[in-house]
């Protein structure tokens, strides 16, 4: 088992910049991939950002390239988002989440999610 809990979260102007963590727990995370998601009401949450175990593969989804960085502290148990540049569009609830798998886009492949962090940008 493993719990995830974010924070960072907040409200920001547009064009600012925010980093958020994810704090594991319980077992060893350090072999999971780990992942960002986000969703806005009356949507469906989507992928933002994933990092492998070593930190040596990213993704990201093309909105967010060049102004997000995703990154793994496996000393500390944490992974961030960087998130820069930050645009209206990016206001949404951010996830975390752990998978088994290397690395993933896709909800169903992550087993442990947080509860959530606020992210709203105003202009």
């Known amino acids: 088992q493993v719990q995830l809990v974010e924070s960072g979260g907040g409200l920001v102007q547009v064009g600012g910049s925010l980093r958020l963590s994810c704090a594991a727990s319980?077992?060893?995370?350090?072999?999971?991939?780990m992942g960002w998601f986000r969703q806005t009401p009356g949507k469906a949450r989507e992928f933002v950002a994933t990092?492998?175990?070593?930190?040596?593969?990213?993704l990201y989804t093309d909105s967010v390239k060049g102004r997000f960085t995703i990154s793994r502290d496996n000393a500390k148990n944490t992974v961030y988002l960087q998130m820069s540049s930050l645009k209206a569009e990016d206001t949404a609830t951010y996830y975390c989440?752990?998978?088994?798998?290397?690395?993933?886009?896709?909800?169903?492949?992550?087993?442990?999610w947080g509860q959530g962090t606020q992210v709203t940008v105003s202009s």
């Open positions: 319980g077992r060893t995370y350090s072999w999971a991939g």
């Open positions: 990092i492998n175990w070593s930190g040596g593969t990213t």
């Open positions: 989440a752990a998978t088994r798998r290397g690395v993933g886009r896709l909800e169903r492949e992550y087993d442990y």
